[in-house]
């Protein structure tokens, strides 16, 4: 095996392409499969992945590999296979895609570098700036007073080149230890014939010997209150020794959890274990939908599937959603298997991050928990994967490659012929679907587990508050029974949602919203920084005081941000105890964590919040739960509107009456008939299903049709419009007759970041030809996607339109 096939690190390159290289004689011998390696490419050098290792290529004169990053591999033969399939299935490209799977902190950063190429005269200020040497950085000629004029001049001429450096980099993190290497008696007899003015020495050594163990060098400086100047002389005695040990960064304090012994099941919840066990045990790749109300248990169920699993020496990945990765649902794992855990999601930071994945790697740990990207967690030995609260859209990546957490895992399970698990009280239509058909295995648990009942759920018609003369956000009868809440000391979770709540600026007399003069989207307000600040770029401006248009004074925020529900209800019920829970109060580390621990202590009565807080919260005070507008959901221009309503209050409801208390649930609504809230309050989920289908079916959506979303974007609309509307003759020839393609039609939000988008669908039932067709269409417009900043972005199956 002399040449290795390598995916490279070219962001901007549209193809699949996977390169030939020379693999040089000093490497045949420890380069593997699934190691990243620095090749050259073009004047660059660069990072890439060895996909295959092989004898011969069709290519002449071969580039040998430079060197390789890596000792052992990264990418298993599993996940090489998952990649390639990933790419070819969402459309993306396989660079993207295998950084997709792997922590950041294994990304290669470049250096950009200018290599002087001629020992003749340069330019006056170039001399300068090389100073006689044959490398310079470009961030140092960037700050030179080089004319950029001269160096392209000189670029040009063939006297200098630009090159890319790979930067190495070890994000692993190492500390350094005091350890004794002598033997007692040894140290006890150094410590005999020093004299008193070498009393610190004494105390240290004294204090080593009785330690018995290595301390790190940072704790023992402190704790001896010296220097590491002091401690040379028992170094250069060979009596201690300095270790340098890679240690974890570790993101939860273990010790602080509490272990957790199984529980005794409820039949519904052994009869559905029994099913999941059994298709573990015959080796079988079923798919469980795993519907269960709000407290059935669904979650025991998952801890004692996967204890079966690694009773047989495999291992389990549970996803949840990012936004319920609270300590409390965190805790359960741990609290259940101990050190055997690992858990990955983004408000780690970029090296707990690399440390949870390098103990999968190592074997270290039996089980992962994490947000969408940890179903690519490295285990070789597979055997469970759990996706919780499966309706929830942030398993759908939203930016290359535009994968499903879902189809990956069902894709690993297949490889590993294990089962897999979707969890929901609230199934997506498309899940559900399938179960009924027996494309997937339903389980169905309809009681709570606690015997607790389900919260009754009140609704309000905020039309009549409006006409008995109350203008604030809050019903009289949610005010009511916040106030019984507060003298009955027992706690209250009130939700507002954020999508249909932010904060914008209105001119009063001339009706203009202050927008972002970059994206078609309204300024948010930010009150903290006392900015307005577009949530699509990164825009923002300092608040106005006349307007921008008229030059009027009378300019205000509308709208209703967290901040603003909490000053009123504050007015309203000074002596209630709030917590305010949303992007702004929990931008720094640690702050979500602090903020439930402040609750759950009771130190504050309400839990204000956005849509973090509608899941996995499990506080046992909490009997009520409020709605405090539950149209804003579905008044999205989007076919899973009611679907998302739905789900949503079903969820909250769950937050009320977990356990011994009975919970009351209200929902505010100014369209309080809406059917989708009106099944969500009866706790209907299959009379919801029927209508939900019934509608999808008579206006042609999922799960009866499939969608493809292309969005075309460029910086001058006539363009952008052109191009898709050519896409859309294409489409409308090569596919089947069945096939709808709806558009061209300007996009929900026609221009982000100052380009103009457009968007055409593909609505169809069966297409065996859609990813040739669209594939054909992309190399079409290749050159023209590099040359004239167009771009063409494909979303087979979007989630959010
Ligand atoms: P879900 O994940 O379906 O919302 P959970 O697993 O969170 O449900 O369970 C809800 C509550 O019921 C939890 O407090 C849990 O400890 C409890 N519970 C679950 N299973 C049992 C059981 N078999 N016996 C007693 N209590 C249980
Ligand atoms: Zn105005
Ligand atoms: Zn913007």
């Given at each position: 095996m002399n040449i290795a096939k390598v995916v490279v690190d070219v962001p901007a390159s549209q193809i699949n392409r996977v390169f030939d290289y020379l693999i040089p004689d000093h490497l045949t011998d420890t380069i593997e499969v699934g190691m990243r390696v620095i090749v050259p490419f073009g004047p660059r050098t660069i990072m890439g992945y060895v996909l295959a290792l092989t004898d011969h290529s069709e290519v002449e004169g071969l580039k040998p590999i430079k060197s390789l990053m890596d000792i052992v591999p990264i990418l298993t033969e599993e996940l090489i296979e998952v990649g390639k399939w990933l790419a070819n299935h969402t459309m993306s490209f396989y660079i993207s895609t295998f950084q997709a799977m792997l922590p950041q902190a294994l990304k290669a950063d470049y250096h950009k570098l200018i290599h002087r190429l001629t020992i003749d005269q340069l330019p006056e200020s170039l001399e300068r700036a090389f100073a006689g040497r044959d490398y310079l950085d470009f961030d140092e000629l960037e700050a030179s007073d080089v004319p950029l004029s001269q160096f392209k001049q000189s670029l040009d001429d063939g006297d200098l080149e630009v090159i890319y450096q790979v930067k190495r980099k070890d994000n692993i993190k190492k500390q350094t230890f005091v350890k004794k290497i002598s033997s007692t008696a040894q140290l006890d007899e150094y410590t005999a014939h020093l004299t008193n003015q070498a009393k610190k020495q004494k105390l240290m050594v004294?204090?080593?010997?009785?330690?018995?163990?290595?301390?790190?060098?940072?704790t023992f400086l402190t704790k001896m209150k010296t220097t590491r100047q002091t401690i040379k002389p028992l170094i250069d005695h060979n009596l201690i020794t300095l270790i340098e040990e890679e240690v974890y960064r570790e993101p939860y304090d273990d010790q602080a959890i509490d272990r957790t012994a199984p529980l005794k099941l409820?039949?519904?919840?052994?009869?559905?274990?029994?099913?999941?066990?059994?298709?573990?045990?015959?080796?079988?790749?079923?798919?469980?939908?795993?519907?269960?109300?709000?407290?059935?248990?669904?979650?025991?169920?998952?801890?004692?599937?996967i204890a079966h699993v690694m009773n047989e020496g495999k291992e389990a990945i549970v996803l949840v959603p990012e936004i319920s990765l609270t300590p409390q649902m965190v805790n359960r794992f741990k609290g259940r298997f101990g050190s055997d855990v690992a858990v990955m999601h983004s408000a780690l930071s970029k090296g707990e991050r690399f440390d949870e994945w390098r103990k999968v790697q190592r074997k270290e740990v039996k089980v992962v928990v994490g947000a969408r990207s940890a179903v690519f967690a490295p285990f070789e030995n597979l055997g469970l994967i759990i996706i919780d609260e499966e309706h929830e859209a942030s398993y759908k990546q939203e930016d290359h490659p535009r994968y499903h957490a879902k189809d990956v895992a069902i894709q690993r399970a297949k490889h590993h012929k294990c089962p897999v698990i979707l969890g929901s009280a609230t199934p997506t239509l498309e899940t559900y679907a399938r179960a009924k058909k027996g494309v997937y295995q339903l389980l169905e648990m309809p009681d709570r587990s606690n015997l607790s009942e389900m919260p009754e759920i009140d609704l309000v018609d905020m039309r009549d508050e409006l006409h008995a003369g109350n203008r604030t956000m809050f019903s009289r009868k949610l005010i009511e029974a916040i106030k019984i809440r507060l003298e009955k000391q027992e706690q209250i979770v009130l939700f507002l949602n954020r999508r249909g709540y932010s904060t914008f600026v209105m001119c009063r007399d001339c009706g203009d919203v202050i927008e972002c003069p970059d994206c078609d989207i309204s300024l948010t307000y930010h009150r903290k920084q006392n900015r307005l600040k577009c949530h699509y770029c990164d825009y923002h401006e300092a608040v106005p005081n006349k307007c921008p248009s008229c030059e009027s004074e009378t300019i205000r925020y509308f709208g209703t941000g967290t901040q603003k529900v909490e000053e009123s209800l504050s007015q309203l019920i000074p002596e209630a105890r709030i917590i305010r829970m949303d992007v702004d109060t929990t931008q720094r580390k640690g702050s979500h964590e602090r903020l439930l621990k402040q609750f759950a202590k009771k130190q504050a009565d309400i839990l204000l919040g956005t849509q973090m807080i509608a899941k996995g919260l499990d506080f046992p005070d909490v009997t009520l739960v409020g709605v405090l507008a539950a149209d804003s959901l579905f008044n999205l221009p989007d076919f899973r509107a009611a679907e998302r309503t739905f789900q949503l209050i079903t969820q909250v409801s769950g937050r009320a009456g977990r356990h011994h208390l009975t919970g009351e649930v209200i929902v505010q609504s100014y369209t309080p008939d809406h059917y989708s809230i009106d099944y969500a309050r009866n706790y209907d989920y299959q009379g919801f299903f029927a209508k939900e289908m019934a509608l999808r079916k008579a206006f042609q959506y999922p799960p009866y049709y499939y969608l493809t979303l292309i969005t075309v974007s460029h910086p001058n609309p006539n363009r952008a419009q052109e191009v898709t509307r050519v896409i859309s003759q294409l489409l409308n020839k090569h596919l089947s007759n069945e096939t709808k393609i709806l558009g061209p039609t300007p996009s929900p939000i026609e221009r982000i970041k100052n380009r103009y988008r457009f968007q055409c669908m593909i609505k169809y039932k069966y297409e065996p030809n859609q990813h040739n067709v669209l594939a054909r269409i992309l190399q079409y417009y290749e050159d023209m996607m590099r040359k004239e900043d167009l771009l063409i972005q494909i979303d087979l199956q979007p989630y959010q339109l």
């Open positions: 004294e204090f080593l010997v009785d330690l018995n163990e290595p301390i790190l060098l940072k409820k039949d519904q919840q052994a009869e559905a274990l029994t099913a999941i066990n059994q298709s573990f045990d015959q080796q079988k790749d079923d798919v469980f939908v795993l519907h269960g109300v709000t407290g059935s248990g669904k979650t025991e169920v998952y801890l004692q599937a």
